[in-house]
């Protein structure tokens, strides 16, 4: 079976501006469904802001580099192989290490980039 080729998120300005150190890839190939599937790479020695997501989901898995998250008031340490599960409301961010990292990220219900859940505290 083919592999769907991984494509470039699109985001509006302002958001893509407040997360200029993190690329996306939609790897779910469907445009509709209950979730979507992002790759992302944010650069080494970068802190992407607090934000928080008033409906969705979101599961994060660590492919490879280093840094932590912190969620409400914990910190959670970030290496390959580690993953955070997000509920809706819960404020959180990432800061990255040497090395920057790379994860697949998923959200229930899916990305939209046109509007995206994603409200900055």
Known sequence: ?????????????????AFRAMALSRLSPARKGPFSVLRISVAPRSHLPTVYHRKTWEFLFVLKGAGYG???????????????????RAPHDFHTGRSGLEALVIFSPRFDEARPDVVRV
């Open 1 to 17: 079976m083919r592999r769907p080729a991984a494509e470039q998120v699109r985001l509006s300005s302002s958001w893509r501006s």
């Open 70 to 88: 912190v969620v409400g008031r914990r910190r959670f340490r970030l290496r390959k192989g580690a993953s955070l599960f997000l509920p809706p």
